[in-house]
């Protein structure tokens, strides 16, 4: 999760059994202390060797790792390694929502270049205003910074 309070918002919007993980055990360790449990369990893991049962995740929610593996010394290769495991851990009809600074002719490669079967369900385009109301005329937020969001669903049936 980084430092994002992104996994305590969806608790708070109703979703359940969300579980958030980093790398590095203080940020995880200041999070489990900011939030306390909260309906989000906060646990080190690494994304690219989950701790985690095969075909038993509903949803993966990447709000900026595929960014940081693109820009990791082993590219690529830890790019191929990230998308086999969040496809592993996914069940038949998962859905992995990847929240992204990178274009689609940019990204969507790595799905299509995998020999993993994903479906491109959908993809966004958005600007974020990180500073609501203020404007320079025209339609763009102020600062707008401009994400992708790329709904990718693991091939199978909806039910495990």
């Known amino acids: 999760p980084g430092s994002s309070p992104l996994p ?19 940020v995880v360790g200041r999070m489990r202390a ?12 690494d994304a690219l060797n989950l701790d985690v049962p095969s ?3 509903d949803g993966v929610l990447d709000k900026a790792l595929l960014d940081s593996v693109c820009c990791s010394a082993r590219g690529p290769q830890a790019i191929a390694q990230l998308l086999a495991e969040v496809h592993r851990v996914l069940r038949p009809g998962g859905l992995y929502v990847v929240v992204s600074h990178g ?9 299509e270049a995998s020999d ?11 600007a ?13 937020p102020t600062g707008a910074s ?3 969001v790329f709904v990718m669903q693991k091939a199978g049936g909806l039910s495990c």
């Not at 305590?8 to 203080?26: E, I, N, P, V």
């Not at 274009?103 to 799905?111: D, K, S, V, W």
């Not at 974020?128 to 763009?140: A, F, Q, T, V």
Request: aromatic letters at 12%; hydrophobic letters at 35%.
């Open 128 to 140: 974020y205003d990180p500073i609501p109301g203020l404007r320079e005329g025209g339609d763009e």
């Open 116 to 126: 993993l079967a994903w479906t491109h369900v959908e993809t966004l385009r958005i």
């Open 34 to 45: 900011r939030y306390g449990e909260a309906g989000v369990d906060w646990v080190v893991m």
């Open 103 to 111: 274009h689609a002719r940019t990204r969507l490669p790595y799905f």
């Open 8 to 26: 305590l918002r969806l608790s708070d919007q109703g979703y359940h059994h969300l579980t958030a993980c980093d790398f590095c055990h203080s």
């Open 146 to 148: 401009k994400y992708s």
């Open 55 to 57: 075909n038993c995740v």
